[in-house]
Nanobody
Framework: QVYVAESGGGLVQPGDSLTLSCAVS????????MGWFRQGPGKEREFVAS????????HYADFVAGRFTILRDNNKSTVYLQMNSLKPEDTAVYLC??????????????WGQGTPVTVSS
């Protein structure tokens, strides 16, 4: 059984930065492309960023616009999302999941609890 634990969220002001973490156990992490998604209040879940299984190739949603960076550490079975220049519209629960590949939106595992991010002054 796979376990996914997102962490690092919190309450920040516009323009601040946060780094989210997603620790995975129960699977050979290095075999999977990984993605970050988010679900804002009253909104559907949407794709944020993805990273290939065994390379640094990444893919981002248009709204990221160079503000976010996805990274992975296969030795720690963890994927990160560095978020800079946060905006109120970035307020959401952020979740991670494995993907069929970094350009696919097809997720492979059950969703975890996510980590909430609130951007407000």
């Amino acid at each position: 059984q796979v376990y996914v634990a997102e962490s690092g969220g919190g309450l920040v002001q516009p323009g601040d930065s946060l780094t989210l973490s997603c620790a995975v156990s129960g699977r050979t992490f290095r075999n999977y492309a990984m993605g970050w998604f988010r679900q804002g209040p009253g909104k559907e879940r949407e794709f944020v960023a993805s990273i290939a299984a065994s390379s640094d190739a990444t893919h981002y949603a248009d709204f990221v616009a160079g503000r976010f960076t996805i990274l992975r550490d296969n030795n720690k079975s963890t994927v990160y999302l560095q978020m800079n220049s946060l905006k109120p519209e970035d307020t959401a629960v952020y979740l991670c999941n494995a993907l069929a590949n970094r350009l696919s939106s097809m997720t492979l595992w059950d969703w975890g609890q996510g980590t909430p991010v609130t951007v407000s002054s």
